[in-house]
T-cell receptor, first 116, second 116 residues
Framework: GNSVTQMEGPVTLSEEAFLTINCTYT??????LFWYVQYPGEGLQLLLK?????DKGSNKGFEATYRKETTSFHLEKGSVQVSDSAVYFC???????????????FGQGTRLTINP | NAGVTQTPKFRVLKTGQSMTLLCAQD?????MYWYRQDPGMGLRLIHY???????AKGEVPDGYNVSRLKKQNFLLGLESAAPSQTSVYFC???????????????FGQGTRLTVV
């Protein structure tokens, strides 16, 4: 079945460092790809998405490009802040059952801590 | 501006007890989902619903039941809790556009359940 593999954490960086969190996927067809972020004590929030090959999703200084040839969707940010400390999940959409329902298949999550 | 609301936020159960987790959304979404989040495993789909009165099994449905009697509510039941069901449970909703894979899922804040 479809699956997502994320770079293992935890990741600890200093403020203003460059961030990369690797994500690769296995899928039949061309699913949409997502990055969700979970801040402490909260639910998941959509950070960015890409729906087809070579699309670049971006939000809050984060970027990720849908690379079909390498089946990857790596998350990057040029200069991280303490407020970026959170758990980041890579996910793909996968059809389930009937009537077009889509489920999200998640990677295991990467805990990011930014030190001042 | 409630979005997706889960109750309760925390609960401790004894083995064999039963309980119901409630998820309510005010966005008129067709699709609703229950996930569980366990360390190092990302989120896994328990059950889902594509509309009022319809439910279906996800990846890890054993030990859980669900009901969707009203469009805005999706209930997750544990009939006889087991320690293996200790987890954080997330509800999500999504606008129902059959075949569309790029619509955002909105998540509740989670319910932390401990079974002793």
């Amino acid at each position: 079945g479809n699956s997502v593999t994320q770079m293992e954490g935890p990741v600890t960086l200093s403020e203003e460092a460059f961030l990369t969190i690797n994500c690769t996927y296995t899928a039949t067809g061309y699913p949409s790809l997502f990055w969700y972020v979970q801040y402490p004590g909260e639910g998941l929030q959509l950070l960015l998405k890409a729906t087809k090959a070579d699309d670049k999703g971006s939000n809050k200084g984060f970027e990720a490009t849908y690379r079909k040839e390498t089946t990857s969707f790596h998350l990057e940010k040029g200069s991280v802040q303490v407020s970026d400390s959170a758990v980041y999940f890579c996910a793909l959409s996968d059809r389930v059952g009937f009537q077009g329902a889509q489920k999200l298949v998640f990677g295991q999550g990467t805990r990011l801590t930014i030190n001042p | 501006n409630a979005g997706v609301t889960q109750t309760p936020k925390f609960r401790v159960l004894k083995t064999g007890q039963s309980m119901t987790l409630l998820c309510a959304q005010d966005m008129n979404h067709e699709y609703m989902y229950w996930y569980r989040q366990d360390p190092g495993m990302g989120l896994r789909l328990i059950h889902y619903s594509v509309g009022e009165g319809t439910t279906a099994k996800g990846e890890v449905p054993d030990g859980y039941n669900v009901s969707r009697l009203k469009k805005q509510n999706f209930l997750l039941g544990l009939e006889s809790a087991a320690p293996s069901q200790t987890s954080v449970y997330f509800c999500a909703s999504q606008v129902g556009l059959s075949g569309r894979s790029n619509t955002e899922a909105f998540f509740g804040q989670g319910t932390r359940l401990t079974v002793v």
